[in-house]
């Protein structure tokens, strides 16, 4: 995320803000056309949008006709203690937080972060362009630990709550650590093996439990879609986490607050920059937020369904939807909240894509009114309130829990409300 811990004073997703700019509510008046976008702008995002209708549009068209080539997500559950599809199942939960299980798209999103981050060591690209893309791990160059943190806290969340996926036979939120805890832990603190190890069993210890709790006692029950009880926890369990982060005797101190300086010139907002960005915005949730990590995401999500359309989205042959969907939601936030992007450098306009808009779409069974209204109310509701909550955190807590919240807020609002109108 560009602009996050640079030595600027605008709102980061490190949970340090100012008095100023973004950070204050304010948009500034005069900023030129070729930052804030124009004709080029909307020229991307038109294509953008149309890009997304039409590969939703096309593997739904080819989804029946294609022959199983892989095992559908039902034998993913089935097999889970076996090592093998252990393995497959760990791969799958690094893509939940977009809802797609697909451990292609897993495997081939890390590797576009791995690249992202090998070209960025080499110096490659400027101002966000060229091999590196947007900056990895709000900008820290963190990724490497990011990775770690997360991976170890995902590993450790299946070893000791998997047994709630056998035992219950159905699909349980053992993902949960992989995109709350262990990253933000190593974002906020730094590198180190006290960290990220840290982060990880906070993670599994408080982030899990909660989850498996709020889904199946309260999300299963009510009937809330899962994605409130997920984001639910890792908001809950991650403001327990940064508290007790500042007494636990072997971590470091919390960095001191960079001086104020001027802010770095936004890219102009041209038709590469809306594609690049609304790519980007399917991997913020993981703390990578770069394009090349999306795009391999993505990618790699497609590839699964073509082989076998029972594979990704946890069988319910609705990724055609939920993707375009997805897309409509990131096009509809970067063009709404372009000035915030323009002023503050970076917007969470990632949100309503890994909460309310899909979880619409699986709500209501992919119809053209849940593709719609989940993408458009997504983006209208969720960055704003996503911002303000993360203004009034305290420096301690990463921005994250702000994030998350406004996830379970707007799913736990939105899609119910949904249900009273015709067409849903």
Known sequence: MPGKTSKTSKTSKTGKTSK??????????????????????????????????????????????????IPDYSHWSLDYPEPRWLLWWLLGDTTEATLYKSALGGLLMICGAAFAHLGARKGRGRGGRGARGFPLACATGLWPWV??????????????????????????????????????????????WRVAVTGAVLGVALVTPLALLLVNEVCVPWGLSPVVGSVSAMSLGGAVAFALCRVLPWMPDLPAAPAAAPAPEAP???????????????????????EWAGAGLLLGTVATFLLNPDAAAYGSGLLPHMMAAQILAAVCGVVLWRRRWASAGWYPTFVPIVSVTPATVLTYGGSLASIAAGAVLGALAAPPLAAALARGLPSYIQSMVAYTATMAICTATIVPFLGLFPGF
Do not use: M
């Open 147 to 192: 990775a770690v943190s997360a991976g170890l806290g995902l590993v450790l969340s299946n070893l000791v709550w998997g047994w709630t996926l056998t035992a219950s036979g159905t699909w349980q939120p053992t993902f949960a650590p992989f995109v709350s805890v262990p990253p933000a832990v190593v974002v906020l603190y730094g590198r180190g």
């Open 268 to 290: 102009a907002q041209g038709a590469g920059w809306v594609v690049r960005r609304v790519l980007a915005d399917f991997t913020e949730a993981h703390f990578y937020g770069n």
């Open 20 to 69: 100023t700019g973004e950070a204050a509510g304010e948009i500034a008046p005069d900023l030129p056309d070729r930052r804030v976008g124009g004709t080029p702008l909307w020229v991307g995002a038109a294509a953008t949008a149309v890009a997304g209708v039409l590969v939703g549009v096309c593997l739904k068209a080819v989804g029946t006709r294609l022959p199983a080539l």
